[in-house]
T-cell receptor, first 111, second 115 residues
Framework: GESVGLHLPTLSVQEGDNSIINCAYSNSASDYFIWYKQESGKGPQFIIDIRSNMDKRQGQRVTVLLNKTVKHLSLQIAATQPGDSAVYFCAENIIVGDMRFGAGTRLTVKP | KAGVTQTPRYLIKTRGQQVTLSCSPISGHRSVSWYQQTPGQGLQFLFEYFSETQRNKGNFPGRFSGRQFSNSRSEMNVSTLELGDSALYLC??????????????FGPGTRLLVL
């Protein structure tokens, strides 16, 4: 069936380096994507979103890239900081109100 | 603007009991979605309410139900609790004003433990 999946379950980076978290989706009808960050004991926190009519969107220290040809989404975090350590989820939307989440990638930032 | 709030934050129940969880969306938001998060299944969509009507529903048994009030606050109920219902229950709100999905903002969740 259609699903959202992440390539890497864990990612460890050095403080100050750039991080790239990848996500593959299989539903070509998905038209909206969100990246969330979830820290232990908290709900998912919105980071950045992108619609299917775009291929790149930038925020503060974060960039999301969407490649519809290969159904791939990535989150780039510049100058990764210890506070960025968390689990990152990509989510896709097909039907209003229903976001489908990937398994998540745990990002660990080493000082 | 205050964020999404959920009550209670923690709950312990025994098998066979029922439970009601509450969610207050961001002021002005009319869409509320509920999700279940477990280590094994990840984040799974339960249902979504807009203007007091359930618009969409995920693949969960009928023991899981919800409702939304005129002030957009929402409750979800789980009847005849099973051990496998132990999870973090999250609600998320969005404006709901567009035919297209808009950003969903999550609450802190309710941690339910079924013994």
């Amino acid at each position: 069936g259609e699903s959202v999946g992440l390539h890497l379950p864990t990612l460890s980076v050095q403080e100050g380096d750039n991080s790239i978290i990848n996500c593959a989706y299989s539903n070509s009808a998905s038209d909206y994507f969100i990246w969330y960050k979830q820290e232990s004991g908290k709900g998912p926190q919105f980071i950045i979103d992108i619609r299917s009519n775009m291929d790149k969107r930038q925020g503060q220290r974060v960039t999301v890239l969407l490649n519809k040809t290969v159904k791939h989404l990535s989150l780039q975090i510049a100058a990764t900081q210890p506070g960025d350590s968390a689990v990152y989820f990509c989510a896709e939307n097909i039907i209003v109100g229903d976001m489908r989440f990937g398994a998540g990638t745990r990002l660990t930032v080493k000082p | 603007k205050a964020g999404v709030t959920q009550t209670p934050r923690y709950l312990i129940k025994t098998r066979g009991q029922q439970v009601t969880l509450s969610c207050s969306p961001i002021s002005g938001h009319r869409s509320v979605s509920w999700y279940q998060q477990t280590p094994g299944q990840g984040l799974q969509f339960l249902f979504e309410y807009f203007s007091e009507t359930q618009r969409n529903k995920g693949n969960f048994p009928g023991r899981f139900s919800g409702r939304q009030f005129s002030n957009s606050r929402s409750e979800m109920n789980v009847s005849t609790l099973e051990l496998g219902d132990s999870a973090l229950y999250l609600c998320a709100s969005s404006s709901g004003d567009s035919v297209y999905q808009e950003t969903q903002y999550f609450g802190p969740g309710t941690r339910l433990l079924v013994l």
